[in-house]
Every structure is written in C-alpha cells, then in structure tokens.
C-alpha cells in the first residue's frame, strides 16, 4: 500500500490504527522521542515528562509513537504498560476523578494482557464511582454532615482508586505509563489542591510514571521553592526544519520533493505538522508549483477548520486574537493594543491567556517582547477574507514563493517563447482544425429540403456575427439554443450539428480564457455522443478528448490530460482512418510533451518512439509535423536526463529530416531544434557552439516573413545576447540588443511582445554593468521594470535572478529599492526581494515572518552569487 494511502491523521493520531501503522507514519521528531523512552527506560534521572508544543505541532502523534514502541518493544512491553487517556479531560477535577480516570483506561489497555484483571478494574471503577454520585444527592437534611466529611470522603475515595491503580501494576508487574493531553487545560480546572496531590503520587509512587502534553509551561503545578516541573523532563517541540517537512511531506502525499521545493510550504505552515498534513492531504500528486497556485483554494475549503477555531475563543481573546493576526507579523503589546482598541492590561491578560492556548507565540522577554500566530494560515486566511487589497498582497507573496523555490528552470532561456513558436501554433491549429473542420461548410449548400436545417443555419450564423463582433456571452447563447433544440434528436445530421454547436461553444470559452468552462463543454459531446458508431461523430470525438487534454494542459492539471490523451488513443488507436489517425498522432505527442512536464522521463521517450514508429512513414503533412513534435519532445526527454548527445542526435534528427522544407510549421521545428541543440552544447560547456546556432537560425530564417519564424529568430537574437554576457562580451550583447530592436514588429499576443522586450532591456542592463557604467545601466534597468508583468512567471524569474546578478556586478541595493519601489502595484508582488535589498542596507524592517522567511532565502542566494563574482569583460 502507498504510504499516500494510509490513514493520516490531522487529529487523534494512534486511535485504532495499528502499531506498525503508527510507526512507518512517524518520521519527523525521532531525537525527540529518543528522549522520552530514555527517561521510560530510566536512563536519565527524570521518572516523568512533559512535551510542551503549540496546537498542531505532533504532541499526539509522539505519545502515540511512544506507546507504539513500548508495545512492540520487548525489553519495553515487558516493564511498561502505556495508558493513554482522552485528549481532552473534561470529567477531571479533582484527584479522585483524575485516579478514576486512570483505572478505567487501565481496565481497557489491560485486557490483551490479563481479561480477568481488566473485568475486575472495571467492577472496581464501578463501585468506587457510584458512592461519589451519591454524596451529591443524598437528601438536604443530610447535606450539612456531607460537607464537613466531605474531605474525607474524596481522600478515602482517592487512596482507594490509587490503591487499585497501583495493585493493578503490582500483578502486571509493569510500571504505568499515564499519558496525559492538554495537561495545562486540565489544570484550569481542577480544585487548588489537584497539583499538590498529584506531584506526592509522582514523588512517592515509582509504579507510576506520567507522560504529559501541554501548550506551555504549567503554572498552575508550581508550588514556592517546590516547583513541579523539577519533576518532569521538559521536551519542547519546535516547528519542523526544512529536511523534516520534507520526509513527513513524502509519507503523507507519497511524493518526493526537493528541499528547495518544500520550503515555500514550510514558511506558510510555519513547520507545523498538522497543517503539513492538511496541505498534502489537498495536494493529491499536484506538482508543488500547481499546489501554490491552488493554497488559496485550499484554505477556502478550509474555511470551517479555520472560523471554528476562532469561534471557540472566548469574546475578549478573540478580539485579542484577531489584532494579532491581522498584524501578520511579530507585534509589540501596545500595537496589539491598538490594534485592538482595548485597554492594555486586558490586552496583556488575553496574550497571556492565548501563550498558554498555545495559538499565540512570544518572542523576546521584557518591553522587546513580541507576539504572533503560531499557526502562520490563519494570517493568510484572514487577510484573505479582510479586504481586497490585502488579499492581492497575499496572492502576490504565493506568487514570488511559487516561482523563487520552483524546482524546474522556468526560464530556461526562452522556453516560453519557444513555445509560443512552435507549441503554441500547433494547439491554435488544433483548436482552429476542430473549428473549421465542417463548421466552415457553407450553410447555403445545405439542401433546403431537409427539416430544421433553416432554423440552424440562422443560429450559427448569428452567433458567428456575435463572435465577430466579440459578444461571447451572446455566441455562447446562440450555440447553446442550437444545443437545446436539437440535443435529443436522433437523426444523424442534427446530432452532428450539436457537435459543431458544442465544438464552437468551447471555442468561444477558451478565447476567453475561460478553460474549465471548456473541459466541461467537451465533457458534454464525449457523455452526449461518445457510444456512437459514425465516423463524423467518432472525429468530433476523438477531437473533444484531445481538445480536452490540451485545456487541462492549461490548467496544470497534467495527470488528468495523460488520462484523457489515452483514452483517445486507446479509443481510435486502431482506426486507419486519416482523420482519426491524425487526432491519434496529436493526443500521443501531446501526451510525450506532459510526460516530459512531469519528469516521466523514460515514459516520455517511449510515448515519442510510439509517434515515430507508428507516423514517420506517412506521406501527410499533419502526420509528418507531429512526428517532428515527438523528436523535439524526446531531444527534451533526454537533456532532461543528462543524455546530452542522445539529445544533440535527436534535435540533429529533426534538422536533417524536415530541414529543407518550405512550410513554415516545419522550419519553426526545424529553428527550435537548432536553439535546443544549442543548448544542449552550452550545457556541456560549449558556449561557443551555442552562439553558433543562434547565428545560424538568424542566418536560414531572419528574412522570413513568418511571424513564428520571426520570433525564434528574436529568440536567438536574446539567448545569443545572454551568452555573450556569460563570456563577458558586453559590446556583442550590446549589439544583439540593438539588432533586436531594429527588427519589425511582430504579429505576436502581447503578453509575447512584452517578454521580448523585457529580455532584450535585461540584456542590456547586464551588458552596461559589465562595462562598469552603472547609471546607464540603472537607467536601462528603469526602462526593463516599466514593461515588467509582476504575475508573468518567466519575467518573475528574470526579476529573481537579474537582481543578485547586479549586485555581483557593482550595482547599488539602494538604487535597486528605490527603482523596485517607483511602482506600488508591482513592489507589492516583490515585497521579499525588496525586504531582501532593504535588509542588506542595514535598513530596519519588520514585514510578515513569511516575508521575512523568503528574504532571507533571497539573501543566501545574494550571497553565494557575489562570491561567484562577476563575468571578466572582454
């Protein structure tokens, strides 16, 4: 079974789960256990412990590891007996009810041991319980003699149940280990005497060995110059290091992550276990980077765990509560006081109240202490649903995180744009084939004669006057009455009208960016006409399941496309007919391009042989081009395992096969191959044959009037102008920045325009600096951050780089705050690097710990690149 698979527990760990089970779960806090079974073991000179953590940091689930192992262990098992009583206390207030307690729970863990013993204890409990009740309801004549021997009473009570307790573990032969939750909670309500008469048990008693949890230190247990706590060993449970999160992350998801990968979700969580799990438990095999972009979700459908939390607290430390998170960062008393709008020594009295809650943490003693959530969501989830602005301050901090700790190289030159020139037409024409493929047959040809057909002509032609003139909203009404009408009918021509309707409807969707949308229409032709035999209705559906696939795609919903990719392959992948064989092709080399996102690296490579084998003798253009997708996939594929010239073969392969051709979809293959290779030659240190390739692009492709072959020349043009700077040539830089600029305007979205620009700016700022002329090069890095798109992830990852790059160089952190900061909309997405900056000034900044967190991962990454030191200019 996949560890991912067990039961995980947020809460109540080790209840009904087996043993082993509890064990293989427990993998962080292993020093801290060794301590507890040292003092089990008598090892160290403490008879008792207590594990003091705030909420959700793994008290439970370490108690429970412990009584997993005395059970398992034979030298332990065989001296101790673990008895674990409810998390929460609530019948305990008095130590006659904190021994009743004990030997009804003694009763249940000793029937595997001894049956006759355990019904005995539970006759035992029986009988000692019951005379309590009837000292509480005997007649009122009587109650004056109750109360004067009431003292008695309970202390005779007592001794009786301690008597029972301890005669039990005589005939056992094994110490009792009592295992007690929120100990500091259970304190608060007991009588005054509880902890007196609990610490002589424990002083007196070598039977009885306590192992509590508690929120914070007991002051409630504390006598003058006898303090209780001497008798316990102390453990403290801090939040989760790095590595930690990791190895819990990979037991509970059952996915392996880097550390670099896990780190965002240790500053949001704060190391706290429980909310780990929660955030795994969401994950579901999502890729950390589509994790972040779904926390946000994740804490929505969270809501009712985060607002019962609130709304347990009482009215006053709720408030308290409340000014504390929306501070979402460390906070003085008299800020939260303020924040508050209460009174300061109420304000100081509710802090106190929520340490020991263990939901508020404190740092610092005196007037410098400060206070701040222990579980950092909560911060997240109120801001979130404060106000809009401080909601957008958050997505924009996940954003940062997402792309500064992403594992893969967002930014591998060009990648994106390369993309844009090659990938992006062949899903456009996709789209543009489905649309067009007998949606474009003239409506006029159609015979008059046939029923209904005028009544679908002037829908169609309608919504497309609606589309035309952008009206979404009102083509997608015009298309969905075609669907109402004719959705039940059975006759073949009208069904095959409904695909067309639905096919034009998704179309509409995705131009509008609205993708889910559009998974669900293609949902609607495969539940609507998938079981159907003709082979129209069999194109339109081999084209809804790879549409879909590409959407979800688009979505990053990577899993769920490989799924629906081999449902059309397994579905049409034995027909000989063209069309279907062509949307066969495109779902397999779509299906290799996920693979290869996903790091299904070996799988890629023999979906792309499948492309090859099965298509590469085909004399059909579409067929061909898809084959070509596959090589350039594969190429992928293997520089991604290392495979260098297994690589450099490949994209050779795709040059020297479709290298003559004159259609523009196979040179734009054929260019990118060369700058792929390229790549794969620089990754060896050949930094030289890179620039080659890039020449060579601009050479056989700089004349094109092709928009896709303009931009993979402008790509060359930028990768060739950032090796440069790798060389220290700035003039060459400069001048590639210069030949980049002089070219025309290209027909690209603009989003693709933008990222051009910028890179050719960045270019230039990097080849300024190297010159040493550091106001040209500030005032070239003004002019970048002008057409910088702060939620644009491959500009977000320039940004994070380019930085600690000027610095290495010379560049001022000053100057670089006071540029970042000109433009409140996009500093506000770059708070942790400007933090970073403002912090290596000596400037004082108090920002959000989570900020603060990233800051100082920023500052490491500043470091280790000023002590690579500069490119020597030539």
Known sequence: MNKSDQRI??????????DDEVKEQFVVRKHELEIVLKVLSGVCKYQHALVVASRGQGKTMLLARVAAEIRTDDKLSACLLPIRFMEESHEIFNIVDFWLDTLFYLARESTK???VLAEELRKAHADLAYPESELVSRPTDKLRETHADLAYR????????????????????????????????????VDKDFGRELRDALQSEPQIMLLATATSRLKGLDDVGQPFLKLLKVVKLKPLKTEACRDLWQVVSGDAVSEREIRPLEILTGGNPRLLVIVAGFAQHRSLNQLMEDLVKLIDEHTDYFRSHLEALPKSERRVYLAVIDFWRPAATLDITARARMDVRTVSTMLGRLVDRGIVSVEGSGKKRQ???????YSIYYKLRRERDEAAFVANLIHFM???YSASELAQMFDKLNAEATRSPMIREGIKRAYMEHLGIDQTSIPAAVTNIESVKQLFEKASAHEKREESEAAIEAYNKVIERFGNSDKAYLQLKVTWALTKKSFVQVQCGELEAAIKTYDEVISRFGDSNKPQLQEEIAWAL?????MQVQCGELEAAIKTYDEA????????????????AHALAEKSFVQVQCGELEAAIKTCDEVISQFSDSNEPQLQLEVAHALSYKGDAQKKRGELEAAIKTYDEVISQFGDSNESGFQAMVACAMLKKGKAQSQRGELEAEIEACDRVISQFGDSNESNLQLQVACALAIGGMIHIQMGRAKEALHTCEALERRPEILLARNVKTLLKWRTRCVRTRALMLQEKRRSAMDAFRSAYDVFVSDDESMMDDMQKIVPDLIATGASERDLVEILSSDRAKSSALAPLIVALQQSTGEKVRPPVEVFEVAKD???????????GAPVAS
């Open 9 to 18: 527990r947020k809460f109540n760990p080790g209840t009904f789960q087996p």
């Open 113 to 115: 041991h001894d049956p």
């Open 154 to 189: 309970r202390q005779t009570l007592a001794d009786h149940a301690r008597a029972a307790v301890l005669e039990a573990a005589d005939r056992l032969g094994k110490k009792l280990v009592l295992m007690v939750e929120n100990l500091q909670e259970l304190c608060e309500n």
């Open 371 to 377: 206070y701040a959530a222990a579980e950092r969501l």
């Open 402 to 404: 997402k792309v500064f």
């Open 546 to 550: 790879v549409l879909k696939g590409t």
């Open 569 to 584: 392959i397994s579905r049409f992948g034995d027909s000989n007919e063209s069309n279907l064989q062509l949307r066969v």
């Open 858 to 868: 920023i500052l490491k990454r500043i470091k280790a690149r000023v002590e690579k």
